[in-house]
T-cell receptor
Framework: GAGVSQSPSNKVTEKGKDVELRCDPI?????LYWYRQSLGQGLEFLIY????????KSGLPSDRFSAERTGGSVSTLTIQRTQQEDSAVYLC????????????FGPGTRLTVL | TQLLEQSPQFLSIQEGENLTVYCNSS?????LQWYRQEPGEGPVLLVT?????EVKKLKRLTFQFGDARKDSSLHITAAQPGDTGLYLC????????FGKGTRLSVIA
């Protein structure tokens, strides 16, 4: 079946604007994760969803970041009032369950804040 | 939070050479994973090592889990340009905890 897809693949925005990044997980996967990857850095955890449980938001860097997952499938990561330090690749991953260790990653959205 | 240290951070070698990259921690893990990330793509799982001292082979790639389950290594034999990418180790947690990776460049 299809893998994890993300859109847009690239996003250039001006400082102070809001952006929305979309993730379509693998069908049937109950767990969905968002990570941020800055140049020269590893993957920084942002948030994860598991089924209908409350999301784990412990990795969100500020209250400008939020995410939702509708109908247990598609997820949207929203960054309000973007700053230049928000520039990074935002990766989404899904897994069958949260405790299943293999995560399948999408290709990422490269966000550039001018 | 479990901290994973990967070394070297960067590695550039000629095609045909052998190399080893490392993933170390002061914590004991039930397992460790290795992912490879190619430019413009997300990481892809290569292997999960579970037992202390375990060795797993994937074609020219050999993965070893330390006896004390605190470290792991990845050895590539006769590297090829297609091996170029970012190699990440990850610890099983929810969510996964990743090291910063080793960026490998294999020059033809």
């Amino acid at each position: 079946g299809a893998g994890v897809s993300q859109s847009p693949s690239n996003k250039v925005t001006e400082k102070g604007k809001d952006v929305e990044l979309r993730c379509d997980p693998i069908s049937g996967h109950t767990a969905l994760y968002w990570y941020r990857q800055s140049l020269g850095q590893g993957l920084e955890f942002l948030i994860y969803f598991q089924g209908n449980s409350a999301p784990d938001k412990s990795g969100l860097p500020s209250d400008r970041f939020s995410a939702e997952r509708t109908g247990g499938s598609v997820s949207t990561l929203t960054i309000q009032r973007t700053q230049q330090e928000d520039s990074a690749v935002y990766l989404c991953a899904s897994s069958l369950y949260a405790r299943v260790n293999e995560q399948f990653f999408g290709p990422g959205t490269r966000l550039t804040v001018l | 939070t479990q901290l994973l240290e990967q070394s070297p951070q960067f590695l550039s070698i000629q095609e045909g050479e052998n190399l080893t990259v490392y993933c170390n921690s002061s914590s004991v893990f039930s397992s460790l994973q290795w992912y490879r990330q190619e430019p413009g793509e997300g990481p892809v799982l290569l292997v999960t090592v579970v037992t202390g001292g375990e060795v797993k082979k994937l074609k020219r790639l050999t993965f070893q889990f330390g006896d004390a389950r605190k470290d792991s290594s990845l050895h590539i034999t006769a590297a090829q340009p297609g091996d170029t990418g970012l190699y990440l180790c990850a610890a099983p947690d929810t969510p996964l905890v990743f090291g910063k990776g080793t960026r490998l460049s294999v020059i033809a």
